[in-house]
């Protein structure tokens, strides 16, 4: 008798709770049912009231209120496929002026870049570990020159500068590596010229043609692996409102401060790479250098100590054209929407890969030599003389 009479007692409960349930169902139906048979466009107080009643009655007899929609799901933020280019100006007359400018100055920069690779490829004299990292150093710039300049002048004749997030991505990508992989280029260089100056009699036994190859390959290396372990975290932020880039490329400083989440990690992991990659190589040019003055002032003669400085003058050159520029761009991020950032920029993307060659061709001259000797042999006069002595040379092969 005991235990039937608890079972009743526990039954009570339950019975109350499923007729709450039922009573709640029946009210919001009701409800809904009232709101929907109201005409268009009256919002009566007295549906919302019998709403917000029904509601009070459903939390008292069920115990908890339905969650609304909005709590269901998480916050709907939608993915940044473009980015939108602002370029160096949104005149469309300037920008059909500045078009052949640039055009000219991208050509210049391929045919003096790509004519260095080939005459030291095709001049014997030239095939030292100067003139190897010399051709390297053109072949980075011609690859970071067309990473830019093909995509600024399609924006000069297009109306739209979209770029597609994945292509904004890949040119950093490039830049980032051809740009870091030249600081280590560089700085072997600087190598090279203090082997050269200090330890002139063990030169060829320490720079070795085998040795020359490593540095390269450790240089582009070293560029590849900085680049990838600063972009992919970059561009894995999340991208979800703006998306107007305040500049005529893509840079990482400018494509970070759209995005939506804290880049704190990001800007710590760019702030690395250019300490140890491109301060780094500086340090170790610095330094170099620093080495190559102590053994110029070893030389007893001045004419020695001439010769030996204008070995060094034309990297020398090339180093201060490159990190001043890179510089007085970087280290003032706050200025990115100044005419004056943008001026530097175009200075040091366009004109530092169209001078490099220039400067160590004007101040060179075993590369004036090999240039006039080649505008001999091609010379109008000549060309008879030139198939004669192949032909010869060729017959004097077979014979052998």
Same mark, same amino acid.
């Given at each position: /008798?005991?235990?039937?009479?608890?079972?009743?007692?526990?039954?009570?409960?339950?019975?109350?709770?499923?007729?709450?349930?039922?009573?709640?169902?029946?009210?919001?139906?009701?409800?809904?049912?009232?709101?929907?048979?109201?005409?268009?466009?009256?919002?009566?107080?007295?549906?919302?009231?019998?709403?917000?009643?029904?509601?009070?009655?459903?939390?008292?007899?069920?115990?908890?209120?339905?969650?609304?929609?909005?709590?269901?799901?998480?916050?709907?933020?939608?993915?940044?496929?473009? !980015?939108?280019?602002?370029?160096?100006?949104?005149?469309?007359?300037?920008?059909?002026?500045?078009?052949?400018? *640039?055009?000219?100055?991208?050509?210049?920069?391929?045919?003096?870049?790509?004519?260095?690779?080939?005459?030291?490829?095709?001049?014997?004299?030239?095939?030292?570990? /100067?003139?190897?990292?010399?051709?390297?150093?053109?072949?980075?710039?011609?690859?970071?020159?067309?990473?830019?300049?093909?995509?600024?002048?399609?924006?000069?004749?297009?109306?739209?500068?979209?770029?597609?997030?994945?292509?904004?991505?890949?040119?950093?990508?490039?830049?980032?590596?051809?740009?870091?992989?030249?600081?280590?280029?560089?700085?072997?260089?600087?190598?090279?010229?203090?082997?050269?100056?200090?330890?002139?009699?063990?030169?060829?036994?320490?720079?070795?043609?085998?040795?020359?190859?490593?540095?390269?390959?450790?240089?582009?290396?070293?560029?590849?692996?900085?680049?990838?372990?600063? &972009?992919?975290?970059?561009?894995? @932020?999340?991208?979800?409102?703006?998306?107007?880039?305040?500049? *005529?490329?893509?840079?990482?400083?400018?494509?970070?401060?759209?995005?939506?989440?804290?880049? *704190?990690?990001?800007? /710590? +992991?760019?702030?690395? &790479?250019?300490?140890?990659?491109?301060?780094?190589?500086?340090?170790?040019?610095?330094?170099?250098?620093? !080495?190559?003055?102590?053994?110029?002032?070893?030389?007893?003669?001045?004419?020695?100590?001439?010769?030996?400085?204008?070995?060094?003058?034309?990297?020398?050159?090339?180093?201060?054209?490159?990190?001043?520029?890179?510089?007085? &761009?970087?280290?003032?991020?706050?200025?990115?929407?100044?005419?004056?950032?943008?001026? @530097?920029?175009?200075?040091? &993307?366009?004109?530092?890969?169209?001078?490099?060659?220039? +400067?160590?061709?004007?101040?060179?001259?075993?590369?004036?030599?090999?240039?006039?000797?080649?505008?001999?042999?091609?010379?109008?006069?000549?060309?008879?003389?030139?198939?004669?002595?192949?032909?010869?040379?060729?017959?004097?092969?077979?014979?052998?």
């Amino acid at each position: /008798m005991a235990a039937a009479m608890q079972e009743a007692v526990e039954e009570v409960p339950i019975m109350a709770m499923l007729t709450g349930a039922a009573e709640c169902a029946g009210i919001l139906e009701k409800s809904s049912l009232g709101s929907a048979t109201a005409p268009v466009g009256m919002a009566t107080r007295g549906n919302n009231t019998a709403g917000e009643s029904s509601r009070g009655q459903c939390k008292t007899h069920c115990g908890k209120e339905a969650p609304s929609r909005s709590m269901e799901g998480v916050e709907n933020h939608t993915s940044v496929a473009m !980015f939108i280019l602002l370029g160096l100006s949104d005149k469309k007359e300037l920008q059909l002026i500045l078009f052949p400018v *640039f055009l000219g100055i991208y050509l210049g920069t391929l045919i003096w870049n790509l004519g260095l690779i080939i005459l030291i490829r095709i001049n014997s004299k030239l095939h030292t570990p /100067m003139y190897l990292f010399l051709s390297s150093l053109s072949f980075i710039d011609i690859c970071y020159s067309s990473s830019i300049s093909p995509r600024i002048l399609s924006d000069f004749l297009s109306d739209e500068k979209n770029i597609s997030f994945m292509a904004c991505a890949t040119q950093y990508f490039v830049r980032a590596w051809m740009g870091l992989a030249e600081c280590c280029l560089l700085a072997a260089m600087a190598y090279d010229r203090y082997i050269a100056i200090g330890n002139p009699l063990q030169y060829s036994a320490i720079m070795l043609p085998s040795h020359c190859w490593k540095m390269i390959a450790g240089a582009c290396a070293s560029g590849f692996l900085s680049s990838l372990v600063h &972009v992919v975290p970059c561009f894995h @932020l999340s991208y979800c409102g703006p998306n107007v880039i305040q500049h *005529f490329l893509c840079d990482i400083p400018q494509v970070i401060s759209l995005s939506c989440s804290n880049p *704190f990690i990001c800007q /710590m +992991i760019v702030f690395l &790479v250019a300490i140890f990659v491109g301060l780094g190589s500086l340090f170790i040019i610095l330094l170099s250098y620093g !080495f190559i003055a102590a053994s110029i002032l070893k030389i007893s003669s001045v004419k020695g100590s001439a010769k030996a400085f204008n070995t060094c003058a034309s990297h020398l050159a090339a180093v201060t054209l490159l990190y001043s520029t890179s510089l007085s &761009v970087y280290m003032h991020p706050g200025s990115s929407h100044s005419v004056k950032h943008k001026v @530097l920029s175009i200075f040091y &993307v366009i004109f530092v890969p169209l001078l490099n060659p220039l +400067i160590y061709s004007l101040r060179n001259k075993d590369i004036k030599e090999a240039i006039k000797r080649q505008h001999f042999y091609f010379s109008k006069n000549n060309i008879c003389a030139a198939i004669i002595i192949t032909i010869r040379k060729r017959e004097a092969s077979i014979c052998k």
